[in-house]
């Protein structure tokens, strides 16, 4: 069969071959309609359709983490009851087909609430609930309705938070039109440990059936590709059983948790906990919030435990925190600049996290995402301190905090370089723009100088510097970090093996020298190749 290279944006080591799977996009529903005239036909279909979504609720319920099955069980709830059902019935009456009765009934209940910030959120939830009926009477796909068996490629735009969450067993292999390294398709694919190839435009030609070789080490997509056309990752030779700086694991579940803890990571050095309410649409209460912390940082791999409050908004929308509307949203009210209208749940995550810390026993290390200001540092570490015994820190992830790191001094204890931001504003490239992928590359000189700029800074006031970002998931530029003199690495939970190794392949001496090697190049491409030229020398 003739090959055929699609290039794109690798995200893991390994290489997988699977039939491609393209995601449907949802299929809009049809305008109102009225019946032929036979109601108890209509009824009927509408019993029907509203017992099948309920069962699919159900299993959605028990499919979900433990803060989703919530929701799908309220909307489950909100589906049975009878006076609902009575009301469609009504319209069915008035002579409308079953969805448009369905849809006019939940929207009258929902009008109802409206008004009332108390219902709020629960009426995107009656609305979504509607539509589930309606495409259910008229057998219109939703979305990505993903196999459940079998092996599949699968092939999209780009997936949300939200959608990834829905990936089955099926999924062996994710290929993204668009979305860049940093993207949350990206980011959940790698701790997933599922081979990925995003940005890859190409992909748009890709059919339903097709076998492809999704080979991530080498930045492609070949069609009727086999195992033995992938590209081989870079091997290192350990020097010794330890790394030259602790490889710490990211997570976003209780499930990652436990996969991490059977890594060879030294704690977790990003708990992303705005994963856990992606798709909430109420607040956590502070118990609920206790008991999911508590079983988590349970479940965590031995060793310090970084936890970062919330950092919604952007990409990152959480239902039950409402944000105002943005022209720039990734530019806009984000991570901890919340705290201007939602302070209260960031104090109730300080507080749940105290109990879970004393609960659990375990070292926890908060800290806040997306601070741009020496000022906001000091207020998280205000907040942070009078909330519990934890050791405190800032995320670097904007280029105005890198000049103010002297003004930490005292202020906070620790640093964690999100880099996958850091690239996004130094370079003022949008993350999820799969045009702009090459900006976003770790091996930029400039965000290797910047980098360097901040393992300098945070030496010299005394305040311990990590990086959490995806580019401490690639083994060799996690060299080159170790080589600027950062204090540990926090690397997706897939990656933590390979970084170990390439750490523990080099002394710091020979880390410095990987590091002075990737500095003196002009471009990405020429900074990587030189550091690898060098991990080779150093290998020999
Ligand atoms: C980062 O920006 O590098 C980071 C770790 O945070 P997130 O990817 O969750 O925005
Ligand atoms: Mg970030």
């Known amino acids: 069969m003739t090959q055929q290279v699609l290039s794109g944006l690798g995200v893991g080591l390994e290489a997988v071959t699977a039939e491609v799977f393209r995601v449907r996009q949802a299929e809009p529903l049809p305008i109102p309609a009225k019946h032929s005239g036979d109601v108890a036909a209509e009824q009927a279909k509408l019993r029907k359709a509203v017992d099948e979504v309920s069962s699919e609720l159900e299993i959605l319920a028990e499919k979900a983490g433990?803060?989703?099955?919530?929701?799908?069980?309220?909307?489950?709830?909100?589906?049975l009851d009878e006076s609902l059902f009575d009301a469609s019935v009504a319209q069915l009456d008035d002579g409308w087909e079953a969805g448009t009765a369905f849809v006019n009934a939940m929207e009258t209940f929902a009008e109802l609430l409206s008004g009332d910030p108390t219902f709020e959120e629960r009426i995107a939830d009656i609305r979504d609930l509607a539509k589930r009926v309606a495409a259910n009477i008229h057998g219109i796909s939703l979305g990505l309705?993903?196999?459940?068996?079998?092996?599949?490629?699968?092939?999209?735009?780009?997936?949300?938070?939200?959608?990834?969450?829905?990936?089955?067993?099926?999924?062996?292999?994710?290929?993204?039109?668009?979305?860049?390294?940093?993207?949350?398709?990206?980011?959940?694919?790698?701790?997933?440990?599922?081979p990925a190839v995003v940005s890859c435009s190409g992909a748009k030609e890709l059919k339903d059936g097709q076998m492809v070789l999704v080979d991530p080490v080498g930045d492609r997509v070949v069609i009727g590709g086999t195992a033995a056309d992938a590209t081989k990752a870079i091997s290192f030779v350990a020097k010794s059983t330890e790394p030259v700086i602790p490889v710490r694991s990211n997570i976003g579940s209780l499930e990652d948790a436990v996969a991490a803890a059977a890594t060879a990571a030294?704690?977790?050095?990003?708990?992303?906990?705005?994963?856990?309410?992606?798709?909430?649409?109420?607040?956590?209460?502070?118990?609920?919030?206790?008991?999911?912390?508590?079983?988590?940082?349970?479940?965590?791999?031995?060793?310090?435990?970084?936890?970062?409050?919330i950092d919604a908004g952007s990409d990152k929308p959480v239902p039950f925190l409402k944000m105002p509307d943005e022209e720039?949203?990734?530019?806009?009210?984000?991570?901890?600049?919340?705290?201007?209208?939602?302070?209260?749940?960031?104090?109730?995550?300080?507080?749940?996290?105290?109990?879970?810390?004393?609960?659990?026993?375990?070292?926890?290390w908060v800290m806040a995402p997306m601070v741009a200001t020496a000022g906001e540092a000091k207020e998280f570490a205000s907040l942070a301190k009078a909330a519990g015994q934890f050791k405190v820190g800032i995320m670097v992830e904007t280029p105005s905090i890198v000049y103010e790191i002297s003004k930490l001094k005292g202020v906070v204890d620790f640093i964690s370089v999100g880099t996958n931001d850091l690239s996004q504003y130094l370079f003022a490239s949008d993350r999820m723009?799969?045009?702009?992928?090459?900006?976003?590359?770790?091996?930029?000189?400039?965000?290797?100088?910047?980098?360097?700029?901040?393992?300098?800074?945070?030496?010299?006031?005394?305040?311990?510097?990590?990086?959490?970002?995806?580019?401490?998931?690639?083994?060799?530029?996690?060299?080159?970090?170790?080589?600027?003199?950062?204090?540990?690495?926090?690397?997706?939970?897939?990656?933590?093996?390979?970084?170990?190794?390439?750490?523990?392949?080099?002394?710091?001496?020979e880390a410095r020298e990987v590091f002075e090697a990737a500095i003196s190049g002009h471009d990405s491409d020429e900074a990587k190749s030189l550091a690898l030229t060098k991990l080779g020398e150093i290998a020999k």
Not at 148 to 154: C, P, R, W
Not at 173 to 194: D, L, Y
């Open 66 to 79: 433990e803060t989703s099955a919530e929701i799908f069980e309220a909307l489950g709830m909100i589906l």
């Open 145 to 194: 309705d993903l196999p459940e068996t079998g092996k599949f490629v699968i092939v999209g735009e780009d997936f949300s938070p939200a959608d990834t969450a829905q990936f089955t067993s099926a999924v062996v292999g994710v290929i993204t039109i668009q979305g860049g390294p940093t993207s949350h398709t990206a980011i959940i694919c790698r701790s997933k440990s599922i």
């Open 266 to 309: 030294e704690g977790v050095g990003l708990f992303r906990t705005e994963l856990l309410y992606l798709s909430a649409s109420t607040e956590p209460t502070l118990e609920r919030q206790i008991q999911s912390y508590t079983e988590i940082l349970t479940a965590c791999p031995e060793g310090p435990i970084v936890v970062r409050t």
């Open 328 to 364: 720039n949203p990734a530019l806009g009210v984000r991570g901890f600049r919340l705290v201007r209208d939602h302070r209260d749940f960031i104090v109730s995550q300080l507080e749940a996290l105290e109990a879970a810390r004393k609960a659990s026993g375990r070292e926890v």
């Open 433 to 509: 723009n799969p045009n702009l992928g090459a900006m976003l590359n770790p091996w930029q000189p400039a965000l290797i100088a910047s980098l360097n700029q901040i393992a300098i800074e945070s030496k010299k006031a005394g305040i311990y510097s990590g990086v959490c970002g995806e580019s401490g998931s690639d083994p060799a530029f996690a060299v080159v970090l170790a080589g600027m003199g950062y204090d540990s690495v926090s690397s997706s939970r897939s990656q933590v093996g390979a970084v170990r190794s390439a750490l523990s392949s080099v002394t710091h001496d």
